[in-house]
């Protein structure tokens, strides 16, 4: 009985997969097969952040050990990383992620972050996921929030719960790529509030799509360790300038 379930269920994802064919979220051809989220090609193009920075994880050269901006800035969270550099067809990805509606690339985001980052994901320990939020008028304009998508998706996968209701935006902050890095902080002031009082977690993993300057992860860094969450991580899909 459990075989011929396991077949029917395996047929009726094959079923779907014609149906609905898969599109590889960097190129956005359709992958062959039925098991891939990525085309081979882009798979073997990906060069995922090996020579990372031991703050932000963002890219370094091989002999540094921080990036320039974690140097000069001291961040309120514990340790982060970032899956792939913001550039050239990840760039283009997160743009259709975030606006062309194509929010199925969450699941393969998410795969890729639990293969590549598996181990560190493991040693931070997490209570729980927690996905930034968006503005309610933002949120309602896109449809979605690709961040709680991204921390569904990876949550699944490491079996780790996810609180995307724990905090609020309660600012409809202007985009933070248009800013500074002092503007960004100002931007953020009093931008998130929590839901709820009775927080009991200790540890926590921030998903966002992009590590920029790190001004959104220290802003919600700072109201966690408010609540007492003493142990704050973030993981992104990308990590940029």
Do not use: W
Request: a positive charge.
């Amino acid at each position: 009985m459990h075989h011929v379930l396991n077949a029917g269920r395996k047929s009726g994802q094959i079923f779907l997969r014609l149906l609905y064919p898969v599109r590889c979220p960097f190129c956005d051809e359709i992958v062959p097969g039925f098991e891939k989220l990525v085309c081979d090609t882009c798979r073997e193009e990906l060069t995922p952040i090996k020579n990372y920075c031991m703050k932000c994880g963002k890219r370094v050269r091989q002999e540094e050990e921080y990036c320039s901006s974690c140097r000069e800035i001291p961040h309120n969270f514990s340790r982060g990383r970032c899956l792939l550099p913001y550039e050239g067809k990840t760039r283009k990805s997160i743009y259709r992620f975030k606006y062309g509606k194509r929010q199925e690339y969450a699941k393969a985001y998410a795969q890729l972050m639990a293969e590549e980052m598996g181990d560190f994901i493991r040693s931070c320990g997490a209570d729980a996921l927690l996905p930034v939020p968006l503005h309610a008028r933002r949120q309602q304009k896109r449809g979605y929030n690709q961040a709680t998508l991204l921390a569904k998706a990876l949550g699944s996968i490491c079996g780790i719960p996810v609180c995307s209701h724990l905090i609020r935006r309660t600012k409809n902050t202007i985009p933070q790529k248009k800013l500074t890095f002092s503007q960004r902080q100002n931007n953020l002031k009093r931008a998130f509030k929590f839901t709820r009082n009775d927080v009991k977690l200790n540890t926590i993993i921030i998903i966002d799509d992009i590590y920029t300057t790190g001004s959104t992860i220290d802003a919600i860094t700072r109201l966690c360790q408010e609540k007492g969450i003493e142990n704050v991580y973030f993981l992104t899909i990308a990590g940029g300038k």
